[in-house]
């Protein structure tokens, strides 16, 4: 595998159900990011884990709940989510975040999870 | 708080022309990085190019090249030769600090 991976690419699921989308980059790098993709709105930023460290959650509902076990694995675990949750869910990772004026990096997609929920 | 403004929502383009996407942008930080990036409908997000804010020059990718104006705070994307397969939704992006900002999108069609 090369890249960055997302599992599963569509999932469909009942608002009392619990699941998890994972993620996974090929590209060593330190930093992994959740983002929400729904129709006619930018991508919006979820939440960013630089070396395993979550450094920012946007306001995000704790009905998402992300994991970061690794540099190399991200999880987004979902629990009574409601129908305006679907949407496409991207990961991307990076080099890891600068620090004040260290390198800014540009980020890696992977392909996206289509959620439903019904 | 920066933002990132495409007001073209959707474009078409003939085979074997040219097309320029606009993007504006604001932010008050004086170190930072854009981006163009394509999502085909694949929905893959594929990096087209970057361009370093302290870097004068233009930044080129094969038939993909930039107009970064900084003063202007505005960043378009042409693209050369258009090919079919560059049909898709191109995403302007602004990175500074630990955050990626993404403008709404533009459709771009490529008419055979």
């Known amino acids: 595998e090369t890249g960055v991976t997302q599992t599963p690419r569509h999932l469909v699921m009942g608002m009392t159900n619990k699941k998890s989308l994972k993620c996974e980059q090929h590209?060593?790098?330190?930093?992994m990011y959740w983002y929400k993709q729904s129709a006619k709105k930018p991508l919006e930023l979820m939440f960013v884990y630089n070396f395993k460290e979550q450094t920012e959650n946007n306001s995000v509902p704790s009905r998402f709940s992300p994991e970061c076990p690794n540099s190399s694995h991200l999880f987004l675990h979902l629990h009574t989510l409601q129908p305006e949750d679907s949407a496409l869910y991207l990961c991307?990772?990076?080099?890891?975040?600068?620090?004040?004026?260290?390198?800014?990096?540009?980020?890696?997609f992977g392909p996206g999870t289509r959620l439903t929920v019904t | 708080a920066q933002t990132v403004t495409q007001s073209q929502p959707e474009m078409s383009v003939q085979e074997a022309e040219t097309v320029t996407l606009s993007c504006t942008y604001d932010?008050?930080?004086?170190?930072?990085?854009l981006f163009w990036y394509k999502q085909p409908p694949s929905r893959q997000m594929i990096l087209v190019i970057r361009?370093?804010?302290?870097?004068?020059q233009n930044a080129t990718e094969n038939r993909f090249s930039v107009n970064f104006q900084k003063a202007a705070k505005s960043f378009s994307l042409k693209i050369s030769d258009s090919q079919l397969g560059d049909t898709a939704m191109y995403f302007c992006?602004?990175?500074?600090?630990?955050?990626?900002?993404f403008g709404s999108g533009t459709q771009l069609t490529v008419l055979p």
């Open positions: 991307a990772s990076s080099q890891r975040l600068g620090l004040a004026g260290g390198r800014l990096r540009e980020q890696y």
């Open positions: 992006a602004l990175l500074q600090a630990r955050q990626l900002t």
């Open positions: 932010t008050s930080e004086s170190n930072y990085y």
């Open positions: 590209l060593g790098h330190n930093a």
């Open positions: 361009q370093e804010a302290y870097k004068q």
